[in-house]
């Protein structure tokens, strides 16, 4: 098997799933109870959120364990919003978020909040001076991801940080799911005051998932109850999930620091080989791009089937981001980006992990241009 698409999911690593185990059984007791049992899953939990506040150079008070990505986006824009509508009620996103981030902006649209959306490049990338433009005396929020989870591209982030720095009134919400372990992000330095993360996207578990909140950033809770995480996130701590999620951190970005070099090197393979195949279109920007990520287009090629005929040969690889690919809809990123609409609707994505190979990526460029050579075949 030729696993090609770890942006949707990756495989957790045998470590992480011991360590979940071994929570699960013998650690089992609720944290907010005050027996032994209870104090031993608080320590650990502490722990946990020490480990992954280390790795992201920030306060262990500044860490909230949710349930993955979009809790946290969902979290961060509504928190924000719900508690800082008397300030105002305009907020800036990309054209080209997540839909976790899109959809909690589209409710509160309904709910008479002011959204703009920022224009994408060719490459997908927003402008700094866009965001500025964008700007009114009631925006409260600006969202925007550090890396495009459909093409790859790393916004700018430092520069919207900068820019945001002066104007103290307005948070600025990162959503950093397709980035941990790949592109690095200096929360403090660039101005960050959400950010969004899930363990599954580096190795953890499906289910966990965390939203650093600068010290001093206050947000309404989407759940309430027993008030754990500070009555920011009420629910019972899924410890197990958490000290999993510390130890996926932790090997991720180990991995990270001897396979960069290699992963890059396996993403430009697959770029030059795919770049030869007739009919296809490369849209992942050569620069300010993932090392990850790389999305192309095949004319003529319908996304479904090329799909299903290289999962025949042991080769899983996605079309757009897991969570649209079931819609059948074109691309909301590439259409964004100025992409045709044919090719917006027959687009791939491949993304890599730490573990892929040169190797495999020649195997996967054959058999793509195989695959596609058939399909045009039968379809004329």
Known sequence: MIYFDNSATTRPYKEVLDSFVKVSSEFFGNPSSLHGLGLQAEKLLTQ????????????????????????????????????????????????????????????????????????????????????????????????????????????????????????????????????????????????????????????????????????????????????????????????????????????????????????????SLLREGLSRIDGLTINTPLENSAPHILNFSISGVKAEVLIHTLEQKGIYLSTTSACSSKKQLPSQTLLAMGVPDDLADSAFRISLSYDNTEDEAEKVIVAIEEAAKQLRKVMK
């Open 48 to 267: 946990a959120r020490t480990q992954v506040a280390n790795l992201l150079a920030v306060k262990p008070t500044e860490v909230y364990f949710t349930s993955g990505g979009t809790e946290s986006n969902n979290l961060a824009i509504k928190g924000t919003a719900m508690l800082d509508k008397n300030k105002g009620k305009h907020l800036i996103l990309s054209s080209v978020e997540h839909p976790s981030v899109r959809g909690a902006m589209e409710q509160l649209q309904n709910l008479g909040f002011d959204i703009t959306y920022l224009p994408a490049d060719q490459t997908g990338r927003v402008m700094v001076e866009d965001v500025k433009a964008s700007i009114k005396k009631d925006t409260i929020l600006v969202s925007v991801m550090q890396v495009n989870n459909e093409v790859g591209t790393i916004q700018p982030i430092a520069e919207i940080g900068r820019l945001l720095k002066q104007y103290p009134t307005i948070l600025f919400h990162v959503d950093a799911v397709q980035a941990v372990g790949k592109v690095p992000l200096n929360l403090i330095e660039n101005g960050v005051d959400l950010c969004s993360f899930s363990a599954h996207k580096f190795h953890g578990l499906k289910g966990t998932g965390a939203l650093f909140i600068r010290e001093g950033v206050r947000l309404d809770p989407l759940l309430s109850g027993g008030n754990q995480e500070w009555k920011v996130r009420s629910g019972t701590e899924n410890v197990a999930g958490a000290v999993a999620m510390a130890k996926a951190l932790r090997m991720t970005i180990e991995k990270s620091e001897k396979g960069f070099e290699k992963m890059k090197r396996v993403k």
